[in-house]
């Protein structure tokens, strides 16, 4: 054992290959045989299933994996966030949302460098000791989007258009996204390729958005479960072959690495067909918990932010998603609140189990979890939703539009979309001086941030959440 922790010792270089929305199934069982280079990785390895955050979406996902705090912690619980307890301040959570550091801030505190290139919750770009290319939330070339400033130069110069995400991945354009996604990823590919061959690193990680963006775009043509699903139909293999396209770029990258480079691949969360979603504003209008001044106009579906809302009758409105949030209007936090705080937590229990309630088209039991921040997280900071609920084991989503007419659909509000987020992503841990320890289980994504700090020999804050997988 101690000459096994000496030659590991020795590894002080880390390379992440992040594989957004990547499924533990597909890799490690159904694709396996055509992924040789993740499987060898593997096999020689540490690997398994990596249970997501609450909620697992993208952002606060790759933030929690990265400070190991959770996303009470970070104050983040989705893309867009109550930013105060006004009815109608949403802001959208990028890089300035996270105010505590990440590993490549501790690697850059030990005087090393890092390359970032695609990290969710980048942008803007903040000052790092190496180089960055901000996330999928850059508006495009014209932004600042690097750091140091005067890369950007450098990336445009190779890569004149250089993508940041897809435009419009929730399209019925199947053909155009799909001619949009493999160049998205050529480029990003040939991004990555320059920066790690040309520059100094201690830490280099790169996050591909095109595997989340498959998935949502092309699960119906794949999975045979899927409502939708036929078979034979043209794109039956567009997500397969996208796989085995990361596997060829992971052996690629490997091709470039010197035996002191640890490597891990890595996924935020998982996948799952998406059957429908739960019409969350029209059954809280439908069972008295919304007050709406005027009902929505026949045929015409209304946001809920602009519904008109009688908030001096309304005791809960939700936002929607691939997972529900749920707020209650408190009287004393909310400007309108009229649920007395001290009938909280009765109200929300009420709620909740109201909620868990919501059957399926049939009648059918859903199997739906309402979580309480409180309940999930080590700290509850910001403005959290009273309830954050996953309809259907998230075969459903939820859906924040009314004027449905029924508490369910089969048409997503915001386009075209085939999949949702499932718990659990995967991760692959290699190390070319040590022999890993195989499958392991029960690992949650905060356990990466001090994995990664130990292979780079620096020492683990105490505040993280997270434990060393290895």
């Known amino acids: 054992m101690t000459a096994l922790f000496s030659r590991r010792k020795k590894t002080r270089r880390v390379l992440v290959l992040g594989l957004d929305c990547a499924s533990p199934d597909l890799i490690f069982n159904r694709f396996k045989d055509d992924l040789p280079t993740l499987t060898r990785l593997a096999q020689n390895g540490t690997w398994g299933e990596l249970a997501s955050c609450i909620p697992c979406i993208t952002i606060p996902a790759w933030s929690s994996m990265m400070s190991s705090r959770d996303p009470g912690v970070l104050g983040v619980y989705g893309f867009r966030n109550r930013a105060d307890h006004s009815y109608s301040n949403m802001v ?42 901000t996330d999928f939330l850059t508006p495009g070339t014209e932004s600042a989007f690097t ?59 790169y996050v591909n958005i095109g595997v989340d963006r498959m998935h949502h775009g092309f699960w119906r043509f794949h999975d045979p479960q899927h409502r939708l699903y036929e078979a034979g139909n043209s794109f039956e293999n567009a997500i397969r072959d996208y796989y085995k396209l990361m596997d060829n770029f992971t052996a690629e990258l490997l091709s470039k690495l010197d035996d002191d480079v640890s490597v891990l691949v890595v996924s935020d969360h998982g996948v799952t067909r998406m059957d429908g979603g739960i019409c969350v504003n029209e059954w809280l209008w439908r069972n008295g918990w919304l007050a709406l001044k005027s009902p929505p106009p026949d045929g015409a579906l209304v946001k809920i932010e602009d519904a008109e809302i009688d908030w001096s009758r309304t005791r809960a409105w939700s936002s929607g998603g691939y997972y529900g949030r749920v707020f209650l209007n408190v009287a004393g936090r909310e400007p309108q609140g009229i649920v007395p705080a001290e009938a909280y937590e009765q109200t929300r229990d009420e709620l909740a189990a109201a909620l868990a309630a919501i059957p399926g088209p049939e009648g059918e039991r859903l199997n739906t979890t309402a979580f309480k921040p409180e309940t999930i997280y080590q700290e509850v900071r910001g403005v959290a939703p009273d309830l954050l609920v996953y309809f259907g084991d998230l075969h459903w989503r939820a859906v924040g539009t009314l004027g449905h007419g029924r508490h369910y659909t089969f048409e997503n509000d915001t386009g075209p979309d085939d999949a949702n987020h499932a718990v659990n992503g995967m991760f692959i841990l290699h190390d070319p001086q040590a022999r890993g320890l195989g499958q392991v289980s029960g690992r949650q994504l905060m356990d990466i941030a001090p994995t990664l700090l130990e292979r780079l020999g620096l020492p683990i804050p105490a505040e993280m959440q997270g434990r060393v997988i290895g």
Not at 95 to 115: C, L, P, Y
Not at 157 to 183: I, S
């Open 92 to 133: 959208t959570a990028n890089g300035s949302a996270i105010k505590v550091k990440r590993v490549w801030d501790h690697v850059g505190d030990a005087g090393r460098q890092s390359v970032l290139i695609g990290v969710p919750q980048t942008y803007p770009p903040r000052p790092v000791n190496g180089h960055l290319v």
């Open 147 to 205: 750091y140091p400033a005067i890369f950007k130069q450098e990336v445009l110069e190779l890569l004149p258009n250089y993508p940041f995400d897809v435009k419009g991945f929730r399209t019925d354009r199947k053909t155009a996204l799909h001619r949009q996604l493999l160049d998205m990823t050529e480029q990003q590919m040939r991004l990555v390729r320059h920066a790690l061959t040309s520059k100094p690193w201690d830490f280099f990680m």
